[in-house]
């Protein structure tokens, strides 16, 4: 409760919404008297106007009540929000509310808070008050460990014999110093190549 809110920020595909999951699944399997609400900032917007068109003061209410009478809030995208001033003005008042009430609070953006350009100072001071965490990018052996777990992966969905040998594994998670996401793509193209020419997969394949 010392770090509240928890700010998660790195470039796109380094993997934030994939650990806000994995927090949202360890909590539900180790504490399932928590209460857990995870929302995209696509859906906060979408829920916000929906609730200020429609409802008036009761699906305001209504709306407030859903995001903030919870144990763990954890918001993705957040700088989304900033884009849209009311929606904004909500988030800040979300934040002062769940902090206030002793809730924790999880968010993630591409950017630190100090940075999303269209935030107001007021909202860039209350995400940044608690822990901000930077998500840096995969190394080497991260790269490796990713590319064995989408082997074992799709092997798993039915490609027993799918075989790449340790240099072309090697070769691969040296040269493709990018995001996870962009390695998943790259793992897919040389898997796919493979099955559509009916080849095996080489170094030589992987480093072409």
């Not at 014999?161 to 962009?182: C, E, F, G, K, Y």
């Amino acid at each position: 409760p010392q770090y509240n809110p928890i700010v998660l920020h790195g470039a796109n595909g380094i993997g934030k919404t994939h650990i806000l999951h994995a927090i949202e699944a360890e909590i539900a399997q180790g504490d399932s008297e928590r209460r857990v609400k995870f929302v995209s900032a696509e859906d906060f917007v979408a829920q916000f106007v929906a609730s200020v068109r429609g409802s008036g003061r009761d699906g305001m209410s209504a709306f407030k009540a859903g995001l903030r009478d919870v144990d763990l809030l954890i918001i993705d995208d957040v700088h989304f929000i900033a884009d849209k001033s009311a929606s904004q003005e909500e988030l800040l008042h979300t934040i002062i509310s769940m902090v206030g009430a002793g809730r924790q609070i999880l968010i993630a953006s591409d950017r630190h808070p100090d940075t999303i350009e269209k935030a107001s100072d007021r909202l860039k001071s209350y995400m940044s008050s608690g822990l901000v965490c930077k998500i840096g990018a995969a190394d080497y052996e991260l790269r490796l460990r990713i590319l064995d777990r989408l082997i074992a992966r799709r092997r798993d969905q039915g490609h027993a014999s799918l075989a790449i040998p340790q240099a072309a594994r090697d070769h691969l998670a040296a040269r493709m110093n990018v995001t996870p996401r962009d390695l998943e793509g790259a793992f897919n193209q040389i898997v796919a190549q493979s099955e559509f020419l009916g080849t095996p997969i080489t170094l030589e394949t992987v480093q072409e």
